[in-house]
Nanobody, 117 residues
């Protein structure tokens, strides 16, 4: 059974930092990339950052220079280090795994990040 377990969300003041983790297990297919998406209140889900197996990263313009995505292959875990947080970063953050199998991408259950002003 595939599991993506996110942790590290919470309440933080503007300017603060948080580190999200997503530990995966049970993934049979080769992984193409891992990433983080978020759904701000009342808005659609949007890309935050992705990282390929080769280590190439991609960031939304709104988080460039503030967020860093990384991956520990040995632990099957992807991280999102978030710094200089802003109230507009408030959202439910979701872990995502793109793979080479025929089934849909995998998603975590989401973790809430709230940034107070």
């Amino acid at each position: 059974q595939v599991q993506l377990v996110e942790s590290g969300g919470g309440l933080v003041q503007a300017g603060g930092s948080l580190r999200l983790s997503c530990q995966t297990s049970g993934i049979f297919f080769s992984i193409k990339s891992m990433g983080w998406y978020r759904r701000p209140p009342g808005k659609q889900r949007e890309l935050v950052a992705t990282i390929t197996v080769g280590g190439a990263t991609n960031y939304a313009d709104s988080v460039k220079g503030r967020f860093t995505i990384s991956r520990d292959s040995a632990k099957n875990t992807v991280y999102l280090q978030m710094s200089s947080l802003k109230p507009e970063d408030t959202a439910v953050y979701y872990c995502n795994v793109e793979h080479y199998g025929a089934s849909a991408p995998y998603w975590g259950q989401g973790t809430q990040v709230t940034v107070s002003s």
